[in-house]
């Protein structure tokens, strides 16, 4: 027999925590953020925070979809000794054995 909905609704904190962070914006204190104020314009704070938005997205597609790569992309990554791994560049020391070029 299926739970009641009720139990199947049940959230733990965590994810009532994320639920709740989605649509509650965010606040950052203005210490944290008063080099930034000081040293952009406010156009562009909105271009730095625009392109660090979508970078994020970028980032979270390509670790989801995995893409082929284009040829001139993977060309250039290897010409400069750049990874591919995602894994391997941001948790270079949790996977030591992990070849840098892998994709």
Same mark, same amino acid.
């Given at each position: 027999?299926?739970?009641?909905?009720?139990?199947?609704?049940?959230? &733990?904190? &965590?994810?009532?925590?994320?639920?709740? &962070?989605?649509?509650?914006?965010?606040?950052?204190?203005?210490?944290?953020?008063?080099?930034?104020?000081?040293?952009?314009?406010?156009?562009?704070?909105?271009?730095?925070?625009?392109?660090?938005?979508?970078?994020?997205?970028?980032?979270?597609?390509?670790?989801?979809?995995?893409?082929?790569?284009?040829?001139?992309?993977?060309?250039?990554?290897?010409?400069?000794?750049?990874?591919?791994?995602?894994?391997?560049?941001?948790? &270079?020391?949790?996977?030591?054995?992990?070849?840098?070029?892998?994709?």
């Amino acid at each position: 027999m299926a739970k009641p909905i009720s139990k199947r609704l049940s959230l &733990s904190a &965590s994810s009532t925590q994320t639920h709740i &962070s989605e649509r509650v914006p965010l606040t950052t204190p203005r210490r944290f953020i008063e080099p930034a104020i000081e040293h952009f314009s406010p156009v562009e704070l909105v271009h730095l925070i625009t392109v660090g938005a979508l970078a994020g997205l970028v980032q979270r597609f390509v670790a989801i979809a995995k893409p082929d790569m284009e040829a001139e992309v993977a060309a250039f990554m290897q010409e400069n000794g750049l990874g591919t791994d995602t894994l391997k560049v941001r948790y &270079s020391l949790a996977f030591p054995d992990r070849k840098k070029d892998a994709t």
